[in-house]
């Protein structure tokens, strides 16, 4: 698959709110596949679509425990909190610490359109909740609590 470039913090695109996707289809499957590859490319533990420029509500995750493709996510439930180092692939260099909470619940559909349910704590959690934030056009540096040397 394609690398794509990732949009850095400065970038417009960052701040706007994703289109819900419409379309299972195979352009989706080639998004999701060059998202994937770019976060891996790069180091990262998840990717949005706004941050290589397309403006869906589309994201990959991946802490070490296989791949999470998420299509039009959706928090539908949060327990507890937790604080924790975060960073972000379109803001090189920068991290800082951020409350998050400690477990999530995310309903979404798959790159078929099939419905599906994921429920993550401590990373994962941070992470589901860190990527459905870059869909509503937000990074991280928002809720930074104190930033790290």
């Known amino acids: 698959m394609a690398l ?3 949009r850095k913090k400065d970038d417009e695109i960052l ?9 299972f289809d195979n352009k989706l499957a080639i998004l999701l596949d ?8 790069n180091n990262g533990v998840g990717l949005a679509a706004p941050q290589v420029g397309i403006l869906k509500r589309v994201a990959v995750i991946d802490i070490g425990e296989g791949k999470i493709e998420l ?16 960073g972000c692939l379109s803001v090189p260099g920068v991290y ?14 798959d790159r078929n359109g099939e419905k599906i349910e994921i429920s993550g704590t ?10 459905i934030e870059h869909l509503d056009g937000h990074l991280f540096l928002e809720k930074v609590i104190r930033f790290e040397e």
Do not use: W
Request: with cysteine; glycine share 4%; proline share 3%.
């Open 34 to 41: 060059d998202l994937y590859d770019t976060m891996k490319k």
């Open 122 to 131: 401590e990373l994962l959690a941070r992470a589901l909740c860190h990527e």
């Open 96 to 109: 800082g610490e951020v409350e998050r909470p400690f477990a999530v619940t995310v309903s979404a559909y």
């Open 15 to 23: 701040s706007k709110v994703c289109k819900e996707v419409k379309a």
């Open 4 to 6: 794509r470039e990732i």
């Open 71 to 86: 299509v039009n996510p959706v928090i539908t439930k949060t327990e507890g909190s937790q604080v924790g180092s975060e």
